[in-house]
């Protein structure tokens, strides 16, 4: 069975450009979650769906962010126009169940390294 | 708000035990998560420990939860050079995990 899987794996790209990551997640997985690591420091929520809904967007820094996910399948977060301040990895995860009481085990792609010059 | 804290870097002998310890800050928390991170590579789910219980052992691997002081810990026994990565403690917090800046560990032969 195929892991979370995300594209590019790193992405170079100018201040003020638009960049598009994309996360497909395990088959099958309602969860789907964005996070972030900056610079070695700890990794940050962004966002949750579940299903084509986003359950939970606090974690999103500005309007300059936006994750859909079309379908209830693969997910994309777009960074438009892009800052400095944007490098770090992106991660994505999947999980089964995220009820009250479920272990909610979350399994992480690869990440994607955005670099923003 | 939810903080979770650990030390950055450890650094062992092959063969020696490494602790590596995580503070937490809400007690409501369900469960509490391992993960390690190797180079170039994702987040992997090492082992989690639900919140009743204080002890959890997975082969080389043992998890200690003392919720008073809200403090985690991972005990790896017998640690190998292929044990070198960072590792992140992680609370549950809704559906969301609230990470640690992970511990670095490196193990020297």
């Known amino acids: 069975e195929a892991g979370v899987t995300q594209f590019p794996s790193h992405s170079v790209i100018e201040k003020g450009q638009t960049v598009t990551l994309r996360c497909d997640p395990i088959?099958?997985?309602?969860?789907l979650y964005w996070y972030r690591r900056v610079m070695g420091k700890e990794i940050k929520f962004l966002l949750h769906f579940v299903k084509e809904s986003k359950q939970d967007e606090s974690g999103m820094p500005n309007n300059r962010f936006l994750a859909e996910r079309t379908g209830g399948t693969y997910s994309t977060l777009k960074v438009q126009p892009a800052e400095l301040e944007d490098s770090g990895v992106y991660f994505c995860a999947s999980s089964q169940d995220a009820t009250a009481l479920a272990k909610n085990i979350q399994y992480f792609g690869a990440g994607t390294r955005l670099s923003v010059l | 708000g939810e903080d979770v804290e650990q030390s950055l870097f450890l650094s062992v002998r092959e063969g020696d035990s490494s602790v590596i310890n995580c503070t937490y800050t809400d007690s409501s928390s369900t469960y509490l998560y391992w993960y390690k991170q190797e180079p170039g590579a994702g987040l992997q789910l090492l082992t989690y420990i639900f919140s009743n219980m204080d002890m959890k052992q997975d082969q080389r691997l043992t998890v200690l939860l003392n919720k008073k002081d809200k403090h985690l810990s991972l005990r790896i026994a017998d640690t190998q050079t292929g044990d070198s990565a960072i590792y992140f403690c992680?609370?549950?917090?809704?559906?969301?995990?609230?990470f640690g800046q992970g511990t670095t560990l490196q193990v020297k032969p």
């Open positions: 992680a609370e549950r917090d809704t559906g969301k995990l609230i």
């Open positions: 088959s099958g997985h309602d969860n």
